[in-house]
């Protein structure tokens, strides 16, 4: 590793808003030396639908970030969502070759090709390939199965893909500020990595990260992701509603989600009304309260009610014992984690950020970019193949290179 | 056996997207990194060979001069002017063109303007000038030799000045007396005086070529020849050869110089019974030799040139 530290980007191009922290990278620690934050326009559900406005704000958001560090970014890790996105599963299983049935590293290289060779329809490419743990003869094994003995070795791969005119959109919005797109990283993933823990991801846990256009979820068993997906819906369609019945304009109608939304009904009396500015000036409106609330609940019931139905068997609470966990800026909608508890039946509470995280950064919506600094981080770190002592030194020394 | 399985290759990656960007689709932010990126590369190759080149050069000075040796020459006077020359000129003439101050060293001297000096005589035609440290001055000429002398203005006096074998008219500095009585003197000839010393002669290449196929092939004969005119070689393609015995002989410049004499050489044993000497053999008619024994008025053998030079 270098001397001179590496200063990364981590770009959330959001339908609300792009935010884009930098951090400085040692190769031994991360610290986040700048921040930048921009309403985001040419994006709608997650997607780049206006290239030129999209790219403004982003740079504009880029900018900011670098003028906060005092650094030039090196290279971007970026935050991928949208409705695009989606998954599958796709297992191999080989038969162990030694005759002493001991599993060697060409068996684990095998079984994990089998596993990833499933061809995509044209114009797909793939995101991320997520793999299961192995299993050999049925049982799981945490760790590599390398001289474990065993008759038949299994893994299976969760498949993440997208439409790659999209995935180029993205990705050509930050070229287009001459940075490198260095690692291509799932909203869900990003900040499940945050706000979840080692041990709830061993036991089980599922990740909504509800945003303005999409809700991005990922699922976590035995340790590691087991289902991601994406919910083109999100605090945008609660605005929306609220807009279209209370006949508001939409700035007015987040303004009322934001003061007095609410994902459950808790206010009994129809009468109580609020005010729309709450200063008594011209223009200034009262509502009923109960209305608002009826609105928001019916619609954040609904949303996570579509996550449960796209998770299918993948969920049970048996297998989610440390819960739901909320984050995105939609999350701080006041009892969301009730109404996410009810509908999934296991407990759910909002996501924090771990402790060192500096308190202007706690905020749930910047989860998503802390995550992926530090997903983005351990990834490059995890580059290098998991055999090892393959090919003998000079293998060894080649790779030394390639990874310098 | 897992060995024998196909294997079907992975789908496409989104690290295959091509993610080059042309400047035009970038923003102006974008553009302005780029610009500063390259910039910067430039700027470090620059100092990196900078460096680089400073390295190198700093090595070499050491290698080649040492470090102490200029403070050291600094403070010693040349001691030693050593010449090395084809010709005849020596140190005391080198001293005296070179003019040093007392007690100079090595290391204030200007070794450029020396050698123009050591050139403006005329009879120097390379010269090369080395400082030896600590004391001594090397001195390397290589000088002009003289064809034919020429009466001409030196320096407010009239005197005989020397002629190279490329035009170049110079003082003739120790050359012997009985050396330059063997040359003929050049008449017919308009020299032009630039600041301090005259224009090379034109086409003193042809007469030169006479002067020496006659001093090798008949020896006999050159030391009868006491002027060489150049006065009818443009007009007339004629080099004109007055004699001791005051026979002028022509030499056409067309034709060639060895026959010329040979025949020169056969008359002029034919003709050496006869009373009188010729007055003028033509040998620039070709095969035709024109021998003239008509009497023509006294000839004035003082050179044309001291009449006819332009101060």
Redesign the interface.
Same mark, same amino acid.
């Given at each position: 590793m270098s001397s001179r530290p590496t200063f990364l980007g981590a770009v959330e191009i959001g339908t609300s808003k792009i935010s884009v922290l930098v951090g400085e990278y040692t190769g031994r620690e991360l610290a986040i030396i700048g921040c930048g934050e921009c309403s985001s326009r040419g994006v709608i559900k997650g997607g780049v639908v206006d290239y030129k406005a999209a790219?403004?704000c982003t740079?504009s958001a +880029?900018?900011q970030a670098e003028r906060d560090a005092g650094e030039?970014i090196d290279h971007v890790f970026l935050a991928q969502t949208g409705g695009h996105l989606e998954g599958f599963y796709n297992e191999a299983t &080989?038969?162990?070759?030694a005759l002493d049935n001991m599993i060697d590293a060409?068996?684990i290289r095998?079984?994990c090709? +089998?596993a990833?060779?499933?061809?995509?329809p044209t114009g797909?490419? &793939? &995101?991320h390939h997520i793999r299961r743990p192995f299993r050999v003869d049925g049982s799981l094994v945490s760790s590599m199965p390398e001289n474990i003995g065993g008759q038949r070795l299994e893994v299976g791969y969760w498949?993440v893909?997208?439409q790659?005119q999209r995935?180029?959109d993205n990705?050509?919005v930050i070229?287009?500020?001459? +940075?490198? &797109?260095r690692e +291509?990283v799932l909203a869900s993933l990003a900040a499940g990595h945050m706000v979840t823990t080692p041990e709830e991801r061993r036991h089980g846990v599922l990740v909504l990260d509800i945003g303005a256009g999409t809700t991005d979820y990922v699922l976590y068993r035995d340790g590691a992701p087991h289902t991601t997906g994406v919910v083109p819906v999100g605090g945008t369609h609660l605005t929306n509603d609220l807009s279209i019945g209370l006949r508001l304009t939409d700035g007015q109608a987040e303004k009322l989600k934001l003061r007095f939304g609410r994902a459950s009904v808790t206010t009994k009396d129809k009468a109580t009304k609020v005010m729309l500015d709450g200063n008594f000036a011209i223009g200034d409106r009262q509502f009923p309260q109960q209305a608002i609330e009826q609105i928001t609940a019916a619609r954040t019931w609904e949303l996570l009610e579509v996550v449960k139905k796209k998770l299918g068997n993948a969920f049970s609470p048996e297998t989610c014992a440390a819960g739901v966990v909320l984050t995105g800026g939609t999350a701080k909608l006041a009892g969301i984690a009730d109404v996410a508890a009810k509908v999934f039946g296991v407990s759910a509470h909002l996501g924090e950020a771990p402790t060192w995280v500096s308190e202007n950064l706690r905020d749930p919506a910047y989860h998503t970019s802390l995550g992926l600094l530090y997903y983005g981080v351990s990834s490059q770190a995890d580059k290098s193949p998991p055999i090892r002592r393959v090919g003998g030194f000079i293998d060894g020394v080649k790779r030394l290179f390639a990874n310098s | 056996?897992?060995?024998d399985?196909h294997?079907?290759?992975?789908?496409?990656?989104?690290r295959?997207?091509p993610?080059?960007?042309k400047p035009r689709?970038?923003?102006r932010?974008?553009?302005w990194?780029?610009m500063t990126?390259v910039l910067r590369a430039m700027g470090a190759t620059l100092v990196v060979g900078g460096v680089a080149w400073g390295l190198w050069e700093v090595t070499r000075t050491l290698q080649e001069t040492p470090r102490k040796m200029p403070e050291a020459a600094r403070a010693v006077a040349i001691k030693q002017l050593e010449l090395r020359t084809d010709g005849v000129l020596d140190n005391a003439w080198l001293a005296r063109t070179l003019a040093l101050p007392k007690a100079v060293s090595l290391m204030e001297l200007d070794l450029q303007s020396l050698r123009l000096r050591l050139m403006a005589s005329g009879q120097v035609n390379a010269a090369t000038l080395t400082k030896n440290f600590p004391d001594t001055l090397k001195v390397q000429v290589g000088e002009r030799s003289p064809v034919a002398r020429v009466m001409a203005n030196w320096r407010g006096e009239s005197r005989a000045l020397v002629v190279a074998r490329d035009g170049v008219v110079f003082e003739g500095v120790g050359y012997g007396a009985a050396m330059l009585a063997t040359l003929p003197w050049l008449d017919g000839v308009k020299l032009t005086r630039t600041a301090d010393h005259y224009q090379p002669v034109e086409n003193m290449g042809l007469v030169a070529e006479l002067l020496a196929r006659a001093r090798l092939d008949a020896e006999h004969l050159y030391q009868t020849w006491q002027v060489v005119s150049l006065a009818r070689l443009e007009s007339d393609g004629a080099i004109e050869v007055r004699t001791k015995p005051g026979t002028t002989v022509v030499f056409g410049v067309n034709g060639d110089f060895l026959q010329q004499l040979a025949k020169l050489d056969y008359q002029w044993e034919a003709l050496a019974t006869a009373p009188n000497p010729p007055r003028k053999i033509d040998l620039s008619l070709g095969r035709e030799v024109s021998v003239s024994f008509q009497p023509l008025p006294n000839f004035n053998l003082v050179p044309h040139s001291l009449l006819k030079t332009k101060l």
């Amino acid at each position: 590793m270098s001397s001179r530290p590496t200063f990364l980007g981590a770009v959330e191009i959001g339908t609300s808003k792009i935010s884009v922290l930098v951090g400085e990278y040692t190769g031994r620690e991360l610290a986040i030396i700048g921040c930048g934050e921009c309403s985001s326009r040419g994006v709608i559900k997650g997607g780049v639908v206006d290239y030129k406005a999209a790219s403004e704000c982003t740079h504009s958001a +880029l900018e900011q970030a670098e003028r906060d560090a005092g650094e030039r970014i090196d290279h971007v890790f970026l935050a991928q969502t949208g409705g695009h996105l989606e998954g599958f599963y796709n297992e191999a299983t &080989v038969t162990v070759k030694a005759l002493d049935n001991m599993i060697d590293a060409g068996d684990i290289r095998t079984v994990c090709d +089998l596993a990833k060779s499933k061809e995509l329809p044209t114009g797909r490419a &793939v &995101v991320h390939h997520i793999r299961r743990p192995f299993r050999v003869d049925g049982s799981l094994v945490s760790s590599m199965p390398e001289n474990i003995g065993g008759q038949r070795l299994e893994v299976g791969y969760w498949t993440v893909h997208g439409q790659e005119q999209r995935l180029a959109d993205n990705i050509h919005v930050i070229r287009g500020f001459n +940075l490198e &797109v260095r690692e +291509l990283v799932l909203a869900s993933l990003a900040a499940g990595h945050m706000v979840t823990t080692p041990e709830e991801r061993r036991h089980g846990v599922l990740v909504l990260d509800i945003g303005a256009g999409t809700t991005d979820y990922v699922l976590y068993r035995d340790g590691a992701p087991h289902t991601t997906g994406v919910v083109p819906v999100g605090g945008t369609h609660l605005t929306n509603d609220l807009s279209i019945g209370l006949r508001l304009t939409d700035g007015q109608a987040e303004k009322l989600k934001l003061r007095f939304g609410r994902a459950s009904v808790t206010t009994k009396d129809k009468a109580t009304k609020v005010m729309l500015d709450g200063n008594f000036a011209i223009g200034d409106r009262q509502f009923p309260q109960q209305a608002i609330e009826q609105i928001t609940a019916a619609r954040t019931w609904e949303l996570l009610e579509v996550v449960k139905k796209k998770l299918g068997n993948a969920f049970s609470p048996e297998t989610c014992a440390a819960g739901v966990v909320l984050t995105g800026g939609t999350a701080k909608l006041a009892g969301i984690a009730d109404v996410a508890a009810k509908v999934f039946g296991v407990s759910a509470h909002l996501g924090e950020a771990p402790t060192w995280v500096s308190e202007n950064l706690r905020d749930p919506a910047y989860h998503t970019s802390l995550g992926l600094l530090y997903y983005g981080v351990s990834s490059q770190a995890d580059k290098s193949p998991p055999i090892r002592r393959v090919g003998g030194f000079i293998d060894g020394v080649k790779r030394l290179f390639a990874n310098s | 056996m897992s060995k024998d399985l196909h294997i079907a290759p992975t789908a496409r990656s989104w690290r295959e997207i091509p993610q080059p960007v042309k400047p035009r689709a970038m923003s102006r932010e974008g553009k302005w990194r780029r610009m500063t990126s390259v910039l910067r590369a430039m700027g470090a190759t620059l100092v990196v060979g900078g460096v680089a080149w400073g390295l190198w050069e700093v090595t070499r000075t050491l290698q080649e001069t040492p470090r102490k040796m200029p403070e050291a020459a600094r403070a010693v006077a040349i001691k030693q002017l050593e010449l090395r020359t084809d010709g005849v000129l020596d140190n005391a003439w080198l001293a005296r063109t070179l003019a040093l101050p007392k007690a100079v060293s090595l290391m204030e001297l200007d070794l450029q303007s020396l050698r123009l000096r050591l050139m403006a005589s005329g009879q120097v035609n390379a010269a090369t000038l080395t400082k030896n440290f600590p004391d001594t001055l090397k001195v390397q000429v290589g000088e002009r030799s003289p064809v034919a002398r020429v009466m001409a203005n030196w320096r407010g006096e009239s005197r005989a000045l020397v002629v190279a074998r490329d035009g170049v008219v110079f003082e003739g500095v120790g050359y012997g007396a009985a050396m330059l009585a063997t040359l003929p003197w050049l008449d017919g000839v308009k020299l032009t005086r630039t600041a301090d010393h005259y224009q090379p002669v034109e086409n003193m290449g042809l007469v030169a070529e006479l002067l020496a196929r006659a001093r090798l092939d008949a020896e006999h004969l050159y030391q009868t020849w006491q002027v060489v005119s150049l006065a009818r070689l443009e007009s007339d393609g004629a080099i004109e050869v007055r004699t001791k015995p005051g026979t002028t002989v022509v030499f056409g410049v067309n034709g060639d110089f060895l026959q010329q004499l040979a025949k020169l050489d056969y008359q002029w044993e034919a003709l050496a019974t006869a009373p009188n000497p010729p007055r003028k053999i033509d040998l620039s008619l070709g095969r035709e030799v024109s021998v003239s024994f008509q009497p023509l008025p006294n000839f004035n053998l003082v050179p044309h040139s001291l009449l006819k030079t332009k101060l």
